[in-house]
């Protein structure tokens, strides 16, 4: 069985837990506490070059890491990934532009109103939420003419991009601005096989 190192409240792990449940692909998962320096235990290094999460360990013991790779190699053959070359490389451009234009400047906002360090942060958040209030209006045009990323169709694309967008506000952005992005998550989280970030355990 698939083993998934992941953490309780990331973002990159939360996607690749979604396309895990709508490929209804069998796994362990294993939530590291990262506050507490779990992602630094040599035990983990090992497995894990960059020591984040996530990490999909494989049945025979290899692992890959870095979320966008994963999803890539999941959704290989599946309807979440096209076999044409061409929309193949528009996929892939949604991932890297979420990982290069929009992941940190998401993330480390939310990040720093979690730990009540938001106030010391202020000037390094006013500088993120330059770069991504505009990022995030490339996202709305698109989204504007477009139900979805890639091909008119639900893909790894919109997984890839719906994790740190949806929790935007989390970080202190105002997504009241971006009525296109705001009816696109609703569309991702009606799709079937859906997972919230946080689960709820049965009794």
Do not use: C
Request: proline share 5%.
């Amino acid at each position: 069985m698939l083993r998934l190192y992941d953490s309780r409240l990331s973002g990159n792990a939360w996607k690749v837990r979604i396309l895990l449940t709508q490929l209804a692909i069998p796994f362990e998962r294993v939530t590291l506490n990262l506050a507490k320096g779990a992602a630094a235990e040599p035990t983990f290094r090992a497995k894990s070059r960059f020591a984040r999460v996530p990490v999909l360990e494989l049945e025979d013991g290899r692992t890959i890491v870095e979320s966008a790779a994963i999803m890539l190699y999941l959704a290989q053959g599946s309807p979440y990934l096209p076999d044409d070359p061409y929309l193949r490389a528009e996929v892939m451009s949604w991932l890297f532009f979420e990982q290069a234009d929009l992941l940190r400047a998401l993330a480390l906002p939310r990040f720093y109103r979690m730990r009540g360090i938001a106030d010391q942060m202020s000037g390094r958040i006013a500088d993120f939420q330059e770069g991504a209030y505009s990022a995030l209006g490339k996202l709305s045009d698109w989204l504007a003419t477009h139900n979805w990323l890639v091909d008119n169709r639900y893909t790894i694309a919109d997984i890839g991009m719906f994790g740190y967008v949806s929790l935007a506000p989390e970080g202190g952005y105002d997504m009241q601005r971006f009525p296109s992005i705001d009816a696109w998550l609703v569309r991702v989280k009606a799709q079937p096989g859906w997972v919230p970030l946080v689960e709820e355990i049965s009794a």
